[in-house]
């Protein structure tokens, strides 16, 4: 049944837990948004546990009974996810210089992958959505890049509130791709 599985990010019937990290973030994009006096340590904190609790799930899709071709991609990305959060979470102060170089990882390769996924999927309805979602997540990480080098955190805070609220929707709208289609007994 793997090989007649048309996902390249695979089907779980946990597709929910990956929607609530999606939502998660955006809510904590916004509160980042409409707070930014909760200050840069605390973003980078909170960007941190959800890295952490984002690669827990991308962990868990990746050994899913249901995994498909992309399952190397979930799992590389969750021990990088896991990886840079707990680096995060471990000092405030490391956090502060190095979050925005840690962002522009992330989401440089998020963006990487996401132009794979879209290539794998040509013969899909939709597939130049996720080759639009890559470019995006490259131009907001070399966008990181850019506030790092530059030191700018106003440049970053900003950044970071839209990249929680652009990220976590990207999260949402793949959660239905990893919903299953027919039950399977």
Do not use: C, H
Not at 48 to 56: C, S
Not at 63 to 90: E, H, K, Q, T
């Amino acid at each position: 049944m793997k090989a007649l599985n048309p996902s390249y990010w695979g089907q779980t019937r946990a597709w929910w837990v990956v929607l609530l990290v999606g939502i998660l973030m955006v809510i904590s994009g916004f509160a980042y948004w409409f707070w930014p006096q909760a200050g840069y340590a605390v973003a980078s904190q909170i960007f941190g546990w959800m890295l952490v609790l984002a690669g827990v799930v991308q962990l868990l899709v990746a050994s899913g009974p249901n995994r498909s071709r992309g399952w190397g991609w979930w799992l590389a990305g969750g021990v990088i996810d896991m990886f840079i959060g707990f680096m995060l979470v471990r000092s405030v102060i490391l956090s502060e210089v190095v979050f925005p170089y840690f962002i522009a990882f992330i989401f440089i390769y998020w963006g990487i992958s996401a132009i794979m996924s879209s290539v794998g999927q040509r013969e899909r309805r939709y597939w130049w959505l996720y080759l639009i979602n890559g470019i995006l997540l490259l131009v907001i990480g070399f966008f990181f890049v850019e506030a790092g080098y530059v030191q700018d955190m106003l440049m970053t805070s900003f950044l970071t509130s839209l990249a929680f609220i652009y990220w976590g929707f990207s999260i949402a709208m793949l959660s239905y791709d990893l919903k299953p289609s027919v039950k399977e007994r």
